[in-house]
Each structure stands twice: as structure tokens, then as C-alpha cells.
């Protein structure tokens, strides 16, 4: 084979993986993490009739139960030391006030559960469930991660999960 030859086989592939690698970008992601840092709790187990005394309304990490809650939607709270270990997983929990409009309560829980009302949206590790603590209308937290919302914001709240899902110390865990 030619040098020629040789050249121009590099160049094609050069210039193929290249393309490749651009029209494969995931621009749909934020570049940064949305939310406020939250102090590290640590991780440690209790037991699962065990309960422990938080020091905030909305924990983002810290002692948990051995059984993490189960992605979904709920009507009622689910206690934190099970969503601690759902967060642990690297899962998004959702809680809104108990007061919010129905059909704001639907969209939420339509956008982070199925069915799901975006198709392009389709959220694997969230929990969506009424806080009756929330000094916000809505809380979003993740591992060591906070953000607390006055309305409604799809964006917003996409984009906060997409950059926080699985930034966690077993994000492969389900």
C-alpha cells in the first residue's frame, strides 16, 4: 500500500470519529449542577424501625435505614431515613407542599413518574411525595444537593435532576 493510500485511510478516520464524537455530544445536560451544596451527614445504616432526629427538614444525607424507598410517586411522605438511601443510590427525591394545586401536584408527579409527559424526559431514580415541612412550594434533593423552587419550573426542574442524578456514593445501586 502506498504512503498516499495510508494518509488518506487516516485522514477518513480521523475526520469519521470526529463527527462521531460531535453528533454524539449529550448537549441536553447543564454544564453545572444546579442546587446548593449540602454538608456530607455521612452514610452510615440504622435499623429499619429505627428513627434518627435530622437537623433540617429536608436532609440530603446522614444516617438511613438499611431499605431504601422504592422510584415513584406517593400521596403520603415517605420517612427520610428511607429516601436518604434512595438519594444514596443516586436518585432525586421531589416533595411538595401539601397545599399545591392538584393539577401542579399532576405535573410534577407526570414529569418525574409514568406515565411519563414528556418523552424525552423519562427519569429513572426519582420519588415524588408531599412534605408538609416544605417552606417552598417545591424541594428538590439529591445527595449533599438542595434546591427549593416557588412555582412550577419544568426547566428547571429537568435540568436540577439531570445534573444531580447518580452524583452519589452508589449511583449504580437501583
Not at 416533595?95 to 414529569?111: A, C, G
Not at 414528556?118 to 408531599?130: D, E, G, L
Not at 412550594?137 to 444537593?145: D, H
Amino acid at each position: 500500500m502506498s504512503n498516499k493510500i495510508f494518509i488518506v485511510i487516516i485522514l477518513v478516520l480521523t475526520v469519521g470519529l470526529t463527527g462521531f464524537v460531535v453528533l454524539n455530544q449529550d448537549n441536553s445536560r447543564p454544564a453545572s449542577r444546579l442546587g446548593q451544596q449540602q454538608s456530607d451527614k455521612g452514610r452510615n445504616h440504622i435499623q429499619q424501625e429505627q428513627s434518627y432526629n435530622y437537623d433540617s427538614d429536608f436532609p440530603t444525607s446522614g444516617p438511613h435505614s438499611e431499605q431504601p424507598a422504592p422510584w415513584g410517586a406517593y400521596k403520603q411522605g415517605i420517612p427520610n431515613e428511607n429516601v436518604i438511601h434512595s438519594m444514596e443510590h443516586g436518585g432525586v427525591v421531589i416533595t411538595y407542599n401539601p397545599n399545591l394545586d392538584e393539577q401542579i401536584v399532576t405535573k410534577i408527579e407526570q414529569l418525574f413518574a409514568k406515565p411519563y409527559s414528556n418523552p424525552k424526559f423519562t427519569p429513572s431514580k426519582a420519588i415524588v411525595m408531599p412534605g408538609s415541612k416544605d417552606d417552598k412550594l417545591i424541594v428538590m434533593r439529591s445527595w449533599n444537593r438542595l434546591i427549593k423552587l416557588d412555582t412550577f419550573d419544568e426547566q428547571t426542574m429537568t435540568d436540577y435532576y439531570l445534573t444531580n442524578v447518580n452524583k452519589s456514593p452508589e449511583p449504580g445501586a437501583s
